[in-house]
């Protein structure tokens, strides 16, 4: 099971109105008082909140079901009942709000903007009282209005965090030790493969003015987009970023495949997340042979993609990080100016992976019935 929680599906139900109440006014000296029934108080609504501090989804994962308070019923002497409490949802930017059973985009929360807010679930309306049904014809109305009830809705919640420029790359090609090079993220680190098991989130500082946010995430494996590995369930969290950054280890045997399998992955996940822009960098060059590797990499990309920047850096050592930094600050720049940051998921509607998982096993499924196992 993984503890990263950034997918939840919860039901929410807002508040029922309360109903109105029949009374009539006893009082001395007062004979054939009339009508006094108060009006029930409406429910409560079913109100989502942007909180920059939350990362996961984790509250809504572990309390599935949500109801807002209903409405109180209405008292005699004209006494209104009170209106029922709103339930306030906090989830972190990046939320996006789904139908379940459709896939069909309800809401999302693009923008870093504390308290944005989205009212999903209004209450259903409290009840009349007596008092508003007295006429000429009739002063002693006998009836009242019931509060409508409240609905009932389930969700998928989805978290794609918000990052101006994602990591990608196979597992140990040192994705968490550039992170923590340039931001004031501290991933863990270590020299074995999948070290990284959730997406992280660094700030590398541009300016005074300015901060880029860059996310890593688990290493993508060959065969990530037949679900296998941990990468492709991340993908998503890097699918609003404006770029991305291609981490290579030229000290591997696979260097000079590797480049081509990980656009091979990105592709098969989402077109929109393999045509975004890139940096590619060749790392760990301190390596003894690894400096003229990173030049074959360099030169097989730049006959294919002549404006790509592709360079060769050591993050251990320190090498060419001077370089990347200004590199990345200027493509980030670059696609500012143009229009062309990071984009929304509703613009762009990218691929949840709850959706293209359940692809993936309709095909697995078909693939049984084409191609039976020997009995």
Not at 138 to 151: F, I, L, S
Request: hydrophobic share 35%; charged share 30%; proline share 5%.
């Amino acid at each position: 099971m993984i503890g990263f929680a950034d997918e939840a599906l919860i039901e929410v139900t807002s508040g029922k109105g309360g109903n109105g109440c029949i009374s009539f006014r006893r009082e001395k000296y007062v004979p054939n008082g009339g009508p006094s029934g108060g009006d029930g108080g409406d429910g409560g609504d079913i109100i989502f909140v942007c909180k920059r501090n939350l990362r996961t989804l984790a509250a809504l994962r572990y309390h599935p079901i949500i109801k807002a308070k209903n409405g109180s019923d209405g008292q005699s002497w004209n006494k209104y009942g009170r209106d029922g409490e709103d339930t306030i949802i906090p989830v972190p930017p990046g939320t996006t709000l789904r139908d379940p059973d459709t896939n069909e985009l309800i809401y999302e929360f693009t923008t870093q903007a504390e308290d944005e807010q989205f009212v999903f679930l209004k209450g259903g309306k409290g009840g009349w009282g007596n008092l508003h049904f007295k006429s000429s014809t009739n002063q002693a109305p006998r009836y009242a209005h019931k509060g409508t009830p409240g609905e009932t809705r389930k969700l998928r919640v989805e978290l794609s965090i918000m990052a101006d420029v994602g990591l990608v790359g196979f597992p140990n090609a040192g994705k968490s030790s550039l992170l923590t090079a340039f931001t004031n993220a501290r991933p863990k680190i270590a020299p074995y493969p999948f070290t990284t098991k959730i997406p992280n989130l660094g700030v590398l500082n541009a300016d005074k003015e300015r901060d880029i946010i860059i996310a890593d995430i688990p290493g993508i494996i060959e065969g990530a987009s037949e679900g296998a590995g941990l990468g492709i369930r991340f993908l998503k969290h890097i699918s609003r970023t404006s770029c991305l950054i291609f981490m290579i280890d030229v000290s591997d045997e696979n260097y000079l495949t590797a480049y081509k399998t990980l656009c091979g992955e990105l592709k098969s996940f989402s077109e929109d997340l393999f045509n975004k822009p890139r940096i590619v960098l060749c790392n760990k060059i301190d390596v003894e042979g690894a400096e003229e590797r990173a030049r074959e990499v360099i030169e097989q990309i730049k006959k294919e993609e002549k404006d790509t920047v592709v360079l060769a850096i050591s993050v251990m050592a320190n090498e060419g990080l001077g370089a990347t930094r200004k590199a990345v600050i200027d493509l980030v720049d670059r696609l500012e100016s143009e229009g062309e940051g990071a984009v929304t998921l509703g613009k762009k509607d990218i691929l949840s992976t709850s959706t293209f998982m359940r692809e993936r096993e309709e095909i697995d499924d078909e693939r049984e019935v084409q191609y039976p196992a020997n009995s």
